[in-house]
């Protein structure tokens, strides 16, 4: 079930005016409200609620559209809802509850819950099946009273001839149970089902009558009852698939069962027993208060206080009946508004303030209404949100059916690839069958019938069964002998262009491996390094020239000096000078090597830009060699097409020709039969025709001997 955010109990004043029985009596209001708060004082004390109606504050008739509303719409969601009416006889629960027969039947509260609630049903009733069932029940002396119980069993007339409904004590009485999972029922009170507004407002009339007659049997003791009318509403929601509102067809994905109850209670007066008595007898404070009242406050009480509720007190539902019927309204599973009604005049101060406090406390209460989804609903509507998470998945992942789409282009594709290599090795085979015969056949100098054996062999050894070569190189078919040669010339040609793109490929190598030894160090690298070097060398030389004058300087002067001293050193310097003459002299061989070698360096960076020349122009050949070779193979597949297409054509033609051959045969061996059969019928008659000439003949002859004896020409037969 879900639970929804912590709700307290919402609490809303209400505050009649004075009525004529209080003017009459003189009395003077003491309840003052706060202007444009919901702010109520009395005496001293100041109290602030969720709203306040009334005297000055907020118009009753916002009452239903502020407090009540909230709970309707909260049904129809699958919240219990509870509406509470607490405050002493005469402060106006009955009417603002509008369970009185009279008064308030059309400002009250409980007519317009039914109203707002048939106007929502008829907006929905096309999405959803709705049921509805009230019951409408009184608590007296702790005693379940059935207020729409429609035979009551005996009607006692009262002297005023008024029917009074009372309890029997033949009948069983109303039980409260609790089912496993907390719910309270009662067991044998009736539950009217009803259709429309009409039936339900009958219900509730029916139910304040009973009431009213009850309570005029029994000294009004309808300020010591507690009224609950409460209306059942159970939902059949159907529910669409994401996929069915999708393809907007009408299946449905199943139902959704909620079912609310919402409880309007008028309560019982909550003045103290002293103020009751109808006899005007004063008896003693708390004797006789209402059992339900007094638990009532205990479980507000226990509810309503912050740490008494921390300490984990308990609360005392079972200790009455009202208690019991509302356990899941204060503090339970119900959102719940309760409606203090207060009366302004002085007279009844004291209790305004009791309720007042009271109400303050309910404030506090905190309760956690959830949806009442069954365990089938509950369960259903997990497996909907994850099937639509499911869909939504799929959707993302674009379907089943674009997965076998691009599977079958991708099989379409590697079956079109599949055949064009096939197509590709077959042609190559043939090719390299054709080398081979080629070689062989060109260097044995064989016959050409042999080559074209050699070829059919090679042909023969391809396994291709499709390709009916045998038929194409038939030895009674000399014309494809051309073919062959063709094919022949063409495998030649071939082959000497690889030969030659070979040759090229080794050049081409050669010559990078030349270019690798040539300028395989850094040619600019190594120039600069020598031209450094150089440099170095001229500084060298130059400080040692500078080095040698002045020295030389130096043995001028002191040759002026004929000191033998002078002298000895003289020789030193002389010798020192021959020195660095030998130095410079080696500085100066050292550099003509450097120049030297700088020249070859120039040298063979020609070489390799030469190199590098020959190298461009190999590759630029290689290509042309690769490209002719492409060309070739080309020209050479599309004869090959040619021919074979042509090839077919005779082939088909060659068939028709044959039948055309079969036809003339078979026509002219009927031709042949129909004249043998004409010759031999011929034969027969022309000799049944000479038979029958002979016959004729003698029988001619017969009788002219047997009439004359004569012959015809006279003679005389001699017998
Ligand atoms: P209770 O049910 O609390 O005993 P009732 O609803 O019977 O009180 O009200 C007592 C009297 O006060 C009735 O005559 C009723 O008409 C009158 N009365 C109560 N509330 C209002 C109101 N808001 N405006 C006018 N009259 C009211
Ligand atoms: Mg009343």
């Not at 009318?229 to 069962?257: C, P, R, W």
């Not at 309007?264 to 008595?277: I, Q």
């Not at 209402?290 to 984990?312: F, P």
């Not at 594709?413 to 080398?435: G, I, K, M, Q």
Request: contains cysteine.
């Amino acid at each position: 079930m879900e639970v929804t955010e912590n709700c307290s109990v919402k609490v809303a004043v209400h505050i009649r005016p004075l009525i004529a029985d209080e003017r009459t009596q003189g009395c003077t209001e003491c309840v003052t409200v706060t202007k444009g708060k919901p702010q109520v004082q009395i005496g001293t004390h100041s109290f602030t609620f969720d709203h306040v109606y009334g005297h000055g504050a907020s118009p009753s008739s916002s009452m239903f559209e502020e407090c009540v509303a909230p709970l309707v719409d909260g049904l129809f969601q699958g919240y219990n809802a509870t509406v509470l009416a607490y405050g002493q006889t005469g402060s106006g629960k009955t009417y603002t509850m509008g369970t009185a027969i009279k008064d308030g039947s059309e400002t009250g509260l409980i007519p317009q819950v039914m109203n707002a609630l048939f106007k929502k049903i008829e907006t929905l009733k096309h999405q959803t099946e709705f049921q509805l069932h009230v019951s409408f029940i009184e608590i007296l002396k702790e005693e379940v009273r059935d207020l729409l119980d429609s035979e009551p069993v005996s009607k006692p007339v009262t002297p005023n001839g008024n029917a009074a409904k009372v309890t029997v004590p033949g009948r069983p009485p109303i039980q409260i149970r609790e089912s496993s999972s907390g719910v309270i029922t009662l067991a044998g009170s009736t539950e009217v089902a009803v259709s429309t507004l009409q039936e339900m407002a009958t219900c509730l009339e029916q139910g304040s009558i009973n009431r009213a007659t009850g309570s005029t049997n029994m000294n009004n003791q309808s300020s010591r009852s507690h009224a609950i009318f409460t209306i059942t509403l159970e939902q059949m929601h159907k529910i669409q698939s994401v996929s069915a509102v999708n393809d907007t067809s009408d299946e449905d994905m199943g139902e959704e069962y909620l079912c609310a109850k919402l409880h309007l209670v008028d309560l019982a007066g909550s003045e103290r027993a002293k103020r009751t008595g109808s006899d005007g007898l004063r008896l003693k404070e708390g004797i006789h208060i209402n059992r339900g009242l007094l638990a009532l406050g205990n479980v507000i009480s226990a509810l309503g206080d912050e740490k008494k509720r921390k300490e984990g007190v308990h609360v005392p539902y079972r200790d009455s009946k009202l208690t019991r019927l509302l356990q899941d309204s204060l503090g339970g599973n119900s959102k719940t508004v309760m409606i203090a009604c207060v009366s302004p005049a002085d007279i009844n101060a004291e209790e305004s303030l009791n309720t007042l406090k009271y109400a303050n406390r309910a404030r506090n209460i905190q309760n956690k209404p959830v949806v009442n989804r069954d365990l089938v609903s509950n369960e259903m509507q997990k497996m909907r949100q994850q099937l639509q998470y499911l869909q939504a998945e799929l959707c993302a992942r674009g379907g089943p059916t674009s997965d076998i789409q691009t599977l079958k282009e991708r099989i379409t594709w590697l079956e079109a690839t599949n055949e064009d290599l096939r197509r590709e090795l077959h042609e190559y085979r043939s090719l390299r069958a054709v080398a081979e015969c080629c070689e062989t056949g060109a260097q044995e100098s064989r016959s050409c019938f042999v080559k074209i054996d050699g070829h059919k062999r090679a042909i023969q050894s391809m396994d291709l069964p499709d390709y009916q070569m045998d038929e194409v190189l038939s030895d009674d078919n000399p014309g494809e002998i051309d073919e062959v040669d063709k094919e022949l010339e063409h495998a030649l040609r071939r082959n000497n262009m690889d030969r030659e793109l070979n040759e090229l490929n080794k050049r081409l190598e050669q010559k990078e491996s030349e270019m690798k030894l040539v300028g395989g160090t850094d040619t600019e690298a190594l120039k600069q390094h020598f031209q450094k070097k150089i440099t170095e060398l001229e500084e060298e030389k130059r400080i040692v020239q500078q080095e040698r004058d002045r020295l030389l300087a130096a043995v001028e002067n002191r040759a002026a000096n004929s000191d033998s001293q002078i002298q000895k050193a003289q020789e030193i310097n002389v010798q020192k000078l021959k020195a660095l003459e030998a130095q410079i002299s080696d500085l100066k061989k050292k550099q003509e090597n450097q120049v030297e070698l700088l020249k070859q360096k120039q040298r063979s960076d020609e070489a390799a830009k030469r190199l590098q020349a020959e190298i461009q122009y190999i590759k630029a050949q290689k290509v042309q060699l690769q490209h002719k070779i492409k060309q070739e193979a080309e020209q050479f597949r599309q004869w090959k097409a040619y021919r074979e297409k042509e090839l077919l054509q005779l082939k088909k033609e060659g068939r028709r020709n044959e039948y055309e051959r079969h036809k003339l045969e078979a026509l002219n061996q009927r031709q042949k039969q129909v004249l043998q059969r004409k010759t031999e019928e011929a034969a027969m008659a022309t000799k049944r025709l000479k038979e029958l000439l002979e016959a004729r003949k003698y029988s001619i002859r017969d009788n002219s001997v047997n009439h004359n004896g004569h012959t015809p020409n006279g003679q005389v037969n001699d017998v």
